[in-house]
């Protein structure tokens, strides 16, 4: 599944999992959807923006800057940067740096219908971790006046991580998740070699002592050429 086909897929499934809380804000509210995803390197955020038809128009203004009336790729990658100063990721307490890998940017009219839904793919590098329990939290303080906010902890993809419990604060603008870090241990190839490399080496041994034998009793010389007789 493609990068794109995932995050449309996550548009699809999370405002469908909240319809209650949605619906009941469709036309004055900006509904925003976190989906974060803790793996071994990194931690992965999918944040989803859909404003309702009343609050379109705020948010259009913050994409479209030089207001000429059209949303561009530029725009919008402009826009996530300002939107990642209202963003925070954490782990163990210690701050995490937050960039921004994709964007999708619906058609103009999709956003004003109350219908489009602006895809933010944010990802975050992971300090080497030991293994046990850890604590990320992610906040979102992004257009608070206007927004629903939704957090969301997705299945670890990775057996090296594995999802205790996660917690939100009342609305939602904050989430915890508590997860169990289990590094893969390297095995020490070098150690199941060494028996076998003795066993060639005492062969190559004996393979040449049996020849050097062979030679003195049928009274060869065993290094050299024998001389022609003058």
Not at 63 to 74: C, R
Not at 157 to 173: G, P
Not at 199 to 212: D, K, P, R, T, Y
Request: aromatic share 4%; proline share 6%; net charge negative.
């Amino acid at each position: 599944m493609t990068l794109l086909h995932r995050m449309a897929l996550i548009a699809l499934l999370l405002p469908a999992a909240f319809a209650s809380v949605a619906n009941a804000h469709q036309l004055d509210e900006c509904v925003q959807s976190a989906l974060v995803e803790v793996a071994p390197g990194e931690v992965l955020v999918w944040l989803n923006l859909s404003p309702g038809v009343e609050v379109a128009e705020q948010l259009i203004g913050l994409i479209d800057q030089n207001s000429d009336g059209s949303l561009t790729e530029q725009e919008l990658q402009q826009y996530a940067d300002l939107l990642l100063a209202d963003l925070d990721l954490a782990l163990d307490s210690e701050s995490l740096h937050l960039r921004v890998d994709d964007t999708r940017l619906p058609e103009l009219e999709e956003l004003q219908s109350g219908w489009g839904v602006v895809q933010l793919k944010l990802s975050a590098p992971l300090p080497k971790m030991p293994a046990g329990e850890h604590l990320l939290r992610f906040e979102n303080r992004h257009l608070p006046a206007v927004s629903v906010y939704l957090f969301n902890a997705a299945q670890p993809t990775s057996s090296q991580v594995s999802i205790a419990k996660q917690t939100r604060n009342e609305n939602q603008s904050e989430g915890k998740i508590r997860f169990a870090y289990h590094p893969v241990v390297a095995d020490e190839p070098t150690t199941a070699l060494q028996p076998i490399t003795v066993g060639i080496v005492i062969a190559i041994a004996l393979s040449a002592w049996c020849v050097v034998r062979l030679r003195s009793l049928a009274g060869q010389p065993t290094t050299g050429l024998a001389k022609s007789s003058t």
